[in-house]
Nanobody, 120 residues
Framework: QVQLVESGGGLVQAGGSLRLSCAASGSIFSINAMGWYRQAPGKQRELVAA???????NYADSVKGRFTISRDNAKNTVYLQMNSLKPEDTAVYYC??????????????WGQGTLVTVSS
């Protein structure tokens, strides 16, 4: 199987920055798209940013120009650099990966989530 371990969440003041990391491990043959989602209290989970293995990126309109997603394919790790944070960015952030296992089965994997709190 595949596990995703996230790190980097925490409490930050509005206007500040945080960097989230998510490392995949396990019986991985390859990882296609990786992404970050978030879920605020009382709201549905939403896509924040995604990146393909080739480096193409996609962002939610609400974070464009403030957040940057990147990945290190050799380390099976994806990052989310979050700048100019706003209180409305407060949420649990989840890492997601479309993985191909060593036996060539497809598996979508989710991390356990990391809390980001932005104070005003």
């Amino acid at each position: 199987q595949v596990q995703l371990v996230e790190s980097g969440g925490g409490l930050v003041q509005a206007g500040g920055s945080l960097r989230l990391s998510c490392a995949a491990s396990g019986s991985i043959f390859s990882i296609n798209a990786m992404g970050w989602y978030r879920q605020a209290p009382g709201k549905q989970r939403e896509l924040v940013a995604a990146i393909t293995s080739g480096g193409s990126t996609n962002y939610a309109d609400s974070v464009k120009g403030r957040f940057t997603i990147s990945r290190d394919n050799a380390k099976n790790t994806v990052y989310l650099q979050m700048n100019s944070l706003k209180p409305e960015d407060t949420a649990v952030y989840y890492c997601n990966a479309d993985s191909i296992l060593s036996d060539f089965r497809y598996l979508e994997v989710w991390g356990q989530g990391t809390l980001v709190t932005v104070s005003s």
